[in-house]
């Protein structure tokens, strides 16, 4: 543990998931402020940290696989090189959060607001981005294989992202544009000729509606 929480609940939650050596155990930290802690590199698997606050937290190459972030605020929270697989994040408000290098492998992000979020060679193959706010991100370099953009009604917003280099094969679902697409992000692309840029790269079933 680098450095606990401020919050006494928080610390104690901690500390109760530390002293349980089941093969079960699992943090549960709903609701509950962790903001001010340095969480990298711990094993937080299956953690249920769901409504809780995490605005600024570091979570560098911590296990996150599993965990449910459902409405969290990690706002600038720090998940580097983190492993969020088949994280359950829907409606988390995590802007100007950094997911560098992070696996978000099948993520469920719905609803999220990732406005300005660092995702620079993340991983975000399978995941599900409904109506997700990625507004001002970059994902330089990200790969989103076989990710769900958003659907005709629910589209996702990529107004303003930088998307250079990003791998979209077999992703599918309505975007509103335009984006930044090569690696000066000086060339923006919207309507027709974002949505002829998605299908050279392998999306064709992506549809740009705004």
Not at 64 to 69: Q, T
Not at 153 to 171: D, K
Request: charged share 20%.
């Amino acid at each position: 543990m680098i450095r606990w929480p401020d919050s006494p609940d928080a610390r104690k939650a901690l500390q109760e998931w530390f002293a349980d050596a089941s093969a079960t155990a699992y943090l549960s930290g709903d609701h509950l402020d962790f903001r001010g802690a340095d969480l990298s590199r711990l094993d937080l698997a299956g953690a249920y940290l769901a409504n809780s606050h995490l605005a600024g937290v570091r979570f560098e190459e911590a296990n996150l696989g599993d965990a449910n972030l459902t409405n969290a605020d990690v706002q600038g929270a720090d998940f580097s090189r983190a492993d969020l697989a088949k994280a359950e994040m829907a409606g988390c408000s995590a802007g100007r959060a950094v997911f560098c290098s992070a696996r978000l492998f099948a993520a469920q992000l719905d609803d999220a607001v990732l406005k300005g979020a660092d995702l620079r060679h993340a991983i975000l193959n399978s995941a599900t981005l409904y109506k997700t706010d990625l507004r001002d991100a970059n994902l330089e370099l990200a790969s989103l294989r076989w990710c769900t953009l958003g659907g005709t009604s629910m589209p996702t917003v990529l107004t303003g992202t930088r998307m250079f280099g990003c791998q979209f094969e077999g992703a599918k679902g309505a975007v509103v544009g335009p984006v930044l697409v090569d690696e000066e992000a000086t060339r923006s692309l919207g309507g027709a000729e974002l949505e002829a840029w998605f299908s050279a790269q392998g999306a064709e079933h992506v549809q740009v509606v705004g």
